[in-house]
């Protein structure tokens, strides 16, 4: 059952959905001159609903370090945090302000199941970048 699909007409009403540009990480690229420069799949537009951190989603991400300004977003699909020994995410959300946000961790993730992509949504940290 997609809960997120029967819900977001209802929620939307009072926080809409907001077109979003999702760069899904691919590791690292080696420039000519060495240096090391992140990779990104092709941009993909994904709808998300901007949300401020619940005090629980405060405390689950307190041991990450994160500095500057934080949110959450919904989104539907699979988003990957950032998992640092495995190599993995960095995910980027661009905003339709401009604003480039770094998935820092995913606070939940529902239905993420190979066969039915329908009802697949997750909820992020994210972290402003400059």
């Known amino acids: 059952m ?6 977001a ?3 939307s009403a009072v926080n809409p959905m907001v077109d979003c540009i999702l760069q899904v990480s691919n590791g690292k690229t080696t420039n000519a001159d060495f240096s090391v420069s992140p990779a990104y799949l092709d941009a993909v537009a994904v709808s998300g609903q901007v949300q401020s ?5 405060l405390q ?3 041991g990450l ?3 500057g300004i934080r949110k959450a977003i919904y989104l539907q ?32 993730s529902w239905g993420m199941n190979v066969l039915d992509t ?12 400059l």
């Open 53 to 57: 951190l619940t005090f629980r989603d």
């Open 65 to 67: 370090n994160l500095q």
């Open 77 to 108: 699909g699979d988003v990957q945090g950032l998992v640092r020994q495995l190599n993995k995410g960095g995910d980027l959300i661009t905003m339709p302000d401009g604003t480039v946000w770094l998935v820092a961790m995913v606070l939940e």
């Open 60 to 62: 689950q991400i307190e």
């Open 9 to 11: 007409n209802i929620i």
């Open 2 to 7: 997609n809960l997120q699909g029967i819900t």
């Open 118 to 129: 329908s009802g697949q949504w997750c909820k992020v940290a994210v972290t402003q970048q």
